[in-house]
T-cell receptor, first 112, second 113 residues
Framework: GQQLNQSPQSMFIQEGEDVSMNCTSS?????WLWYKQDPGEGPVLLIA?????ELTSNGRLTAQFGITRKDSFLNISASIPSDVGIYFC????????????FGPGTSLSVIP | EAGVAQSPRYKIIEKRQSVAFWCNPI?????LYWYQQILGQGPKLLIQ????????DSQLPKDRFSAERLKGVDSTLKIQPAKLEDSAVYLC???????????FGSGTRLTVV
């Protein structure tokens, strides 16, 4: 079945540092989504990407839809303690009713 | 705007027992999803409803899992009988439609012992 891979699996950074994480797939996706999940809560949508090559920002977050349609990247600039959590990428294929598939997540820890 | 409501927040049951989870989506959201999230993994879609009809239940273990959304609003997910491997967080999400981003509830954490 379709699978998404995320790297790194986990990361520990100092407050103020920039963060980069990525998501890859063997299949082409029409939509890429990035979510953040805090402990004990459901995932919250951060950024949605709908077009190959698209670069979208949301505050300190920037995400890109890869040209090949098989990958996406998320960058966080000037990290702060509240950025701690698990970041999931998710992809949706061509048809409107295709299910959204989630990656395994990247766990981010920020050291004050 | 009220979010997606789920209950209970936590449930501990013995294997072979039955359990039910409830979800109240955001008002006006036609599409409702149930996801299973095993510890350390991303959410996996179990079933997707459009109003009160099932759009996708291809990953729902139908021998033990069932879900309904009779009036196109609230939904229940049932497991009967539960197995140890069903221990997970069960997330409900809703959206206006399949092309819109959706909102997750806080989930129900199920532990099967």
């Amino acid at each position: 079945g379709q699978q998404l891979n995320q790297s790194p699996q986990s990361m520990f950074i100092q407050e103020g540092e920039d963060v980069s994480m990525n998501c890859t797939s063997s299949s082409i996706f029409n939509t890429w989504l990035w979510y953040k999940q805090d402990p004990g809560e459901g995932p919250v949508l951060l950024i949605a990407l709908y077009k190959a090559g698209e670069l979208t920002s949301n505050g300190r977050l920037t995400a890109q839809f890869g040209i090949t349609r098989k990958d996406s990247f998320l960058n966080i600039s000037a990290s702060i303690p509240s950025d701690v959590g698990i970041y999931f990428c998710a992809g949706q294929r061509k048809t409107s009713y295709d299910k959204v598939i989630f990656g395994p997540g990247t766990s981010l820890s920020v050291i004050p | 705007e009220a979010g997606v409501a789920q209950s209970p927040r936590y449930k501990i049951i013995e294997k072979r027992q039955s359990v039910a989870f409830w979800c109240n989506p955001i008002s006006g959201h036609a599409t409702l999803y149930w996801y299973q999230q095993i510890l350390g993994q991303g959410p996996k879609l179990l079933i997707q409803f459009q109003n009160n009809g099932v759009v996708d239940d291809s990953q729902l273990p139908k021998d033990r899992f069932s879900a309904e959304r009779l009036k196109g609003v609230d939904s229940t997910l049932k497991i009967q009988p539960a197995k140890l491997e069903d221990s997970a967080v069960y997330l409900c999400a809703s959206s206006f439609g399949v092309n819109y981003g959706y909102t997750f509830g806080s989930g129900t954490r199920l532990t099967v012992v």
